[in-house]
């Protein structure tokens, strides 16, 4: 089966959160301007502008915002997998990111919201970044 598809690189706002996921570290942004929490990796905060952002490793504890199961995929490294979780993630720390719900026998009946899932990153046959998934705890 095909990897997932894996970032590209120069990318200046989101390599340095990719080289902590391949050290098996979920981060995010805190503005040390306004305290705002920002998430997906960028240059600026999202709620004042200012580039003063400190990075901040996560607990990797969340709870599953929301949730849909994908029945079909044809998207190569996909299309095998059968049907799997896509959830929206909130972490402990304040951010929220979509990711996979895995370690389920049934993500149309065991993947439920408000369950608590903690961060595991998932290794790839080829590429350097493995990608960070959840699991129920
Ligand atoms: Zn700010």
């Known amino acids: 089966m095909p990897s997932r598809p894996q ?4 990318e200046h706002d989101t ?16 503005c040390t301007d306004c305290s705002a929490v ?5 240059g600026q905060c999202t709620e004042c502008g200012s580039d003063s952002l400190e990075v901040r490793e996560s607990s990797g504890m969340g ?7 994908i ?3 044809r998207v ?5 997998l059968g049907a799997y979780a896509l959830a929206y993630v909130d972490l402990d720390e304040g951010f929220r990111m979509l990711t996979n719900i895995v370690g389920v026998a049934d993500p149309t009946k065991d993947v439920k919201i408000g369950q608590r899932v903690k961060v595991e990153f998932e290794a790839q046959d080829t590429g ?6 959840f699991r129920p705890v």
Do not use: C, M
């Open 63 to 69: 709870t599953v915002y929301t949730y849909s199961v």
């Open 76 to 80: 190569p490294a996909f299309a095998e």
């Open 7 to 10: 970032p590209s690189f120069p």
């Open 38 to 42: 920002v998430f997906t990796p960028r």
């Open 71 to 73: 029945r079909q995929n």
């Open 15 to 30: 390599q340095p959160y990719w080289d902590a996921v391949k050290d098996g570290k979920l981060t995010y942004h805190v």
């Open 128 to 133: 350097d970044y493995p990608i960070p998934v």
